[in-house]
């Protein structure tokens, strides 16, 4: 079946705005998670959803980050008052139940704040 | 908590040569141990993963990475390289004991090498 999808593959935004990042997890993968990869960097947990709550959320930098999947499926990411430090490439990754210990992962989404 | 190290950043062999990429790891707790791979322009891909058993895994295409435990060590190795094994290697780890639902899952990942294999 299809893999996990990330919107948009790029996103150029300027420094004070708000970006939304979207994630659509493989189907039935009750599992989601947010990372960030900086540059030449291994990629930074953010946060982790079990259905529609968040498991997990200590990788959240700082209260300008928040994340939502209302529905137990896709994900948005919302980043409020982007700084230029927030620029990376924001992966997602989900996994099923039956094997949880296996993410897979999407393309990622490349954000650039100016 | 965990954290993992990757000894090299970037690693140049040439077509057919062996190769190791050496990852350390630190938990004070049990780990699942995971590789993955980083093509250029293209999303991570897991490559093998260590769970139990055997301490001795597996991929695919040749790889094979041992769990020692005693060294704390998941280095990853391949007998004959490829051109088209050139890519960013990323070695990470889980929680074992982690209960689903809180932290279950959440990867902590090395630097990541980068293997460029010269023809």
């Known amino acids: 079946g299809a893999g996990v999808s990330q919107t948009p593959s790029n996103k150029v935004t300027e420094k004070g705005k708000y970006v939304e990042l979207r994630c659509d997890p493989i189907s039935g993968h009750t599992a989601l998670y947010w990372y960030r990869q900086s540059l030449g960097q291994g990629p930074e947990f953010l946060i982790y959803f079990q259905g529609t709550g968040a498991a997990d959320d200590s990788g959240l930098p700082n209260d300008r980050f928040f994340a939502v999947r209302p529905e137990g499926s896709v994900s948005t990411l919302k980043i409020q008052r982007t700084e230029r430090g927030d620029s990376a490439v924001y992966l997602c990754a989900s996994s099923s139940p039956l094997q949880a210990e296996t993410q897979y992962f999407g393309p990622g989404t490349r954000l650039l704040v100016l | 908590a965990q954290s993992v190290t990757q000894l090299d950043s970037q690693v140049p062999v040439f077509e057919e040569a062996p190769v190791e990429l050496r990852c350390n790891y630190s938990?004070?707790?049990?780990?699942?141990l995971f590789w993955y791979v980083q093509y250029p322009n293209q999303g991570l891909q897991l490559l093998l993963k260590?769970?139990?058993?055997?301490?001795l895994v597996e991929s695919i295409n040749g790889f094979e990475a041992e769990f020692n435990k005693s060294q704390t060590s998941f280095h990853l190795r391949k007998p004959s390289v490829h051109i088209s094994d050139t890519a960013e290697y990323f070695c990470?780890?889980?929680?074992?004991?982690?209960?689903?639902?809180?932290?279950?899952?959440?990867?902590?990942f090395g630097q990541g090498t980068i293997l460029t294999v010269h023809p």
């Open positions: 938990s004070s707790v049990s780990v699942y």
């Open positions: 260590y769970l139990s058993g055997s301490t």
């Open positions: 990470a780890v889980s929680d074992q004991t982690a209960a689903w639902g809180t932290s279950y899952g959440k990867l902590t």
